[in-house]
């Protein structure tokens, strides 16, 4: 399939059931949208419910809506629930939503808004559905993540929330480096099962809503930079896609457009920072994770020794 694969390489989704986080708009729109076009029965989950019902309405074939606000793990539990009463098994869990550049905020559960929005609310619903993915040959554990993953990026264990002092781009990297540590992680822990796999995306400089919280000094630059370095959600989404329905991905990897520096272009393979790559820090970020949403997953991996201490 080379360097310009579209969604015309989708293979047929019918009989598969799909659930994309964030899909009223943006990129996850043209993710469930492209999906439910080749059969796929989609399930918008999404905060906005009367939004939500307005993009399936765009969509053909078998979609729906479930509500999901991944600033409270009651309602992730509550989407999670639902979700599981309607199905005995999910194909596709395509985590897309996601916040960038905000003002410094909580969730309801008290994390910052970026870290529990894009890592902790998805890790969570992951978990709380992994036992209807893992008896399904060919499901696919989607998580999108950014270029911004290597931006002023770490995992911050001594300050996780940015108590004590906030950047917007640090925290926005911080969740978005932890999207990846989960990917590569859970791979990790369903490599035995042989069934599902993780695998990990990224749109490049797509021009979405998601940018809304730009700093004002950068917005007007940004304006008059947009038509040369980033491309439409058609092709944002197209990454998302192919980690999602290519029949050559391999678990734990990362898909991302494949023009110069991953702005824009055809997805193709990609690599992450180095540092999204420590093993140690990944199965600490897990055990913090599992403390601070109670959530248990129904896989296991053996912990590196590193790893052992756990940090709120």
């Known amino acids: ?58 969509m053909p074939g078998d979609v729906t809506v479930q509500g999901l606000d991944l600033t409270s793990l009651d309602s992730v539990r509550t989407a999670a629930a639902a979700l599981r009463s309607r199905f005995d098994r999910i194909d596709l869990l395509i985590n ?21 929005t894009n890592h902790l609310g998805h890790f969570a619903l992951t978990g709380l559905l992994l036992d209807l993915m893992l008896p399904v040959p060919g499901s696919r554990v989607v998580t999108v993540s950014s270029t911004g993953h290597r931006i002023r990026a770490a995992i911050h264990f001594d ?6 002092s906030y950047g917007r781009a640090a925290a926005y990297g911080q969740s978005k480096l932890a999207n990846l540590m989960f990917t590569y992680e859970l791979q ?12 990990a995306a990224h749109p490049g400089m797509s021009s979405t809503e998601l940018a809304r919280n730009t700093p004002a000094a950068l917005r007007l630059p940004l304006t008059w930079l947009a038509p040369l370095i980033t491309q439409t959600p058609p092709m944002g989404a197209l990454p998302t896609l192919r980690a ?13 457009p494949g023009g110069r520096r991953e702005v824009k272009g055809h997805p193709r393979l990609v690599t992450s920072s180095p540092q999204s790559y420590e093993v140690a820090v990944q199965q600490r970020l897990w055990a913090v994770s599992e403390d ?5 997953f129904p896989v296991r991996s053996r912990q590196h020794p590193a790893a052992e201490a756990r940090t709120r």
């Open 1 to 58: 399939m080379g360097e310009t694969w579209t969604t015309a390489n989708i293979p047929d989704q019918r009989g598969r059931v799909a659930v994309v986080t964030g899909a009223n708009t943006g990129l996850g729109y043209e993710t469930a949208k492209a999906l439910a076009e080749r059969g796929a029965s989609v399930v918008l989950a999404v905060r906005d419910v009367e939004k939500g019902a307005r993009a399936a309405a765009g």
């Open 292 to 296: 601070l949403t109670g959530v248990r």
């Open 96 to 116: 897309n939503a996601g916040v960038m550049y905000t003002p410094k905020r909580t969730t309801r559960d008290g994390f910052e808004l970026q870290f529990g």
């Open 244 to 256: 999602a329905t290519d029949p050559a991905v391999l678990g734990g990897q990362y898909y991302g």
């Open 159 to 164: 300050d996780l929330h940015f108590e004590r």
């Open 188 to 199: 990790r822990r369903l490599a035995p099962y042989g069934t599902t796999v993780a695998v």
